[in-house]
């Protein structure tokens, strides 16, 4: 293609000439040579091609085809914005919890269905590639692959990266060779830098449309804000040294200058909705159930802690990538039940990961475990169940666990719905009617509702804690969201001296997890380390051997997330004052 | 009928032709398809749609509504079959051509007459496209386009009404020469497409101007500002810059380039009865004219303004005007007492060489002809 030379500007006596199709002759080839398909085919032709045509973004064709997404007039209004106004362009920069992700997916379908994007990139931090994943094919119908190999690129059309792996040769070279109608960047105040090599891959992609996603543009300074419209438009703000000149206001470049003029600017690439007072979503009330464990249990528990610490530290980095997550799930399970721990113990009786004397001791563990009958935790979940009539979500990560909670809760005559990722669609859908119904407990395992509505109830009770925060946070995020009038009763029930007590230490006492707005933990998270996961943290505290040391280490990872917690409350406060005018209360 | 209504009457009516037989269950339809269209539908022997957002899953329906992937698929099925048919359009009566003349302002209620030379059978072709305008947006539209190989003159149809009264008939006269009417078809769609193609070419060209500016505007300035700063700076920064730039202006002319483009959808072939006329007109006038029963155009009667083809038609001193005419001849005319034109009128005994014909110089009417004509 030649590029416009200013000389060339396009001529307004020139006309557009309509092209008409190839495959035109052919049909005139091929017509009347054999008896058509008859007279109703031919009016069908007609009405389907009146059904399907496109007339500008006059209207949104997506919203009947979604699914499990409440439509909230503030998403509408902001996809035709950034669909009318903005051309496709935008920086979302609502507040966490506002449904960014659904809007960009909004855009991105209703792009779609016009035919005008059939090759989209999402970049993404490598944890949430799943979860883009799983939300654009089940709520988007929108089928994402996450990059897994560099044939991916060539074979798939619709592509989520981690943008620390595609921004690193040959992922790079074979991203830039793409043209892409839209890219998206999550998380994109990972941008703020021109320098950096985030920033350069970006900037290098050849697109048509893209969509920057984040709560906080503005984290340090102004130029980080400048950086993320100069991807979009450049120019928008001027060159950098007349922004630094008209709208920088000191000399570490943190206070706005001009603000109201820089606002008018920033509200043709930028829609920020932010939560207006009716539509902060009633408060958590977050109750926490510690139980001491039987003397066997106690025993079990300490016993394969023990083993696990062996069996960590023991090949110090010999040890296979497989068997360590072994250890890890052993440890979750025995935190959840001696029922869903047993089962595997079994399995690894005769797991070639472990030597003689290792398996051995398993067998030991296999057989204590299989010799407990009953979980001191049922005990106090029947108890607290008994103090409300309320209906509630149990949530277990496992389903051995969850089978032996049914039989306790029925047993106790509780009218019990059982939802776990195994049950065919239809099966889920007759489990949530149930429980809206006539059912008691919604018993479920992580796959517990995704996009369903449970409203209606406002009580989760977490009898397992999964060591991911973010696990736990979309658990309450089936009652605690838009639609939700009521308060809502957090439940956890965790055991004294396991790993789930340090969890609760960390995520509860020090950051107060549960009073957060949804959202905002994904970026304390974020910012306390981009390499491993909090899982793989715990995990590391939890296999010290000496209680002294796991007691200093759980401090340093206490105070990370503290600091972690500072730095975004620094940043939200930030935003909301370079970014006020620009933004949009939310009403009801 | 409500969007929701055709819709669902669209998807229903096109599983039924491709020989589902379905069976309604509340909010689900239960469909059974034949073994030939389930990969193209990507569909099990039975299943269930729905067309309520709420119950996609009960049963494992697949959702029906715009957006949704069934309903592409559908789409996609019903638009590459029924790509031609031929039918058939009775007369309505004895007396269709006089209402035809009616309708069209030429009927006996205004002093015209009418002398049917001949009756006949033609072919007439009827042309389905698609136009779509793609820039960084979409617009689309349906056009049907009728074209007479006979008269050699196409014209738009109202997709409304486009199938009242025909028959289907399995077996037809194929259309002499597919090739030509495609052509004047196309020169039609052309015409008819062209204020809304100019202005989607401008809408373009506006933003990709403006873009362009603001582009080159930040470039320029920021190699500026680099060589003030260090005029002997690096090379190979401002080499960074202008590449940048230059990949920017690529993609911004990629995004605005508006682009039209039209595809022939389907073609019908229609057998009508068409009559040979010869219209007396008030004032010792007469014109030559076809018509046929479907379409009810006259054809071979030309405005005296602006020639147009197109009516409906009033009586104008001896001629006849076409709607859009009408406003400019009552500006025009009379009241400011412009002397009449010395330029004989077509279809008048002083006119003979001005009359026009659809066909041009090979298809002269009588009246063009030389022939005596009528009182």
Redesign the interface.
Known sequence: MSLPLREDAPSPDASLALQFDETDADLLARAFRTSGDGPRAWRLNGEAHRISLIDGFDRLLAWPSLRGVVRYPHQERTCVRVLREMRGRAILADEVGLGKTIEAGLILKEYAIRGLVRRALILTPASLTGQWREEMESKFELPFAVLRSVGDWEHRPFLIASIDTAKRDPHRALAHRKSWDLVIVDEAHRLKNRLSVNWRFVAGLSKKYMLLLTATPVQNDMDELFNLVSLLKPGALHTYDRFVERYVGSADGRVPAHVSELRDRLRDVMVRNRRGIAFTLPPRRVHSLPVRLSPGERRLYDNLTDFVRDAYWSASGRMSWAARLTLIVLQREIGSSTFAVAETLGRLTQSPLFGAAERERLEALQEEARAITSNVKALHLVGFLQSSDEKALVFTQYLRTMQYLRGVLERDGYRVVVYHGGLPSPAKDAAVRAFQRDGQIFLSTEAGGEGRNLQFARTVVNYDLPWNPLRIEQRIGRVHRLGQEREVHVVNLWALDTVEAYLMELLDRKIHMFELVVGELDLILGTLDERRSFEDMMMEVWTLRQAEERRAALARLGDALVRARDQHDAMRERNQEVLRDVSEEVPA | MSEAD??RR?VL??LA?LGATMSEAGPLVWIQVPERVRSDLEVSATFAITFD?ER?????AE?V?????F?ER???L??S???????RFEAPGADWIERALSECGLGSERGVRCETEEIGETVLVLL?F???L?A???????H?IAVSPTTGSAWEVD?VT??SG?I?I??AR??PD??AA?RLG?EK??ET??EA??R???TS?H???EE?R??????D??IE?IQAADPDGSHDLLRTVRG?R??????T???FD????????????IQVTTARIRLHLPGDVWADATLDAWSRRVRGVACVVCHGMEGPWILHEGGVCCARCRPTLAESARPRGRPRSDTPRRGTRDGRGSARSPRGSTARSRAASGRRRGP
């Not at chain 2, 960084?136 to 349906?142: T, Y």
């Not at chain 2, 508006?258 to 072939?269: D, E, H, S, V």
């Open positions: 055709a819709l669209f009516d096109t032709d957002p996609t899953g009960d049963f494992e959702l509504a715009p957006g949704s992937l309903l559908i789409v996609s019903a638009a079959r029924g790509r031609w048919d031929v039918a389905s698609r136009v779509s793609v960084d947006e979409k617009r689309e539209r349906f049907l997709p486009a199938d025909l289907a399995p077996d194929v259309p597919l090739e495609y196309t769609l052309r497409s062209r193609v100019d989607f070419r401008s060209l933003l990709l101007e362009v603001r582009i080159f505007g930040y470039f300035r920021t500002e940048e230059d990949r920017r202006l690529a993609e002319l990629e995004r508006p682009k039209a483009r039209a595809a022939l959808c389907a073609i019908r072939a």
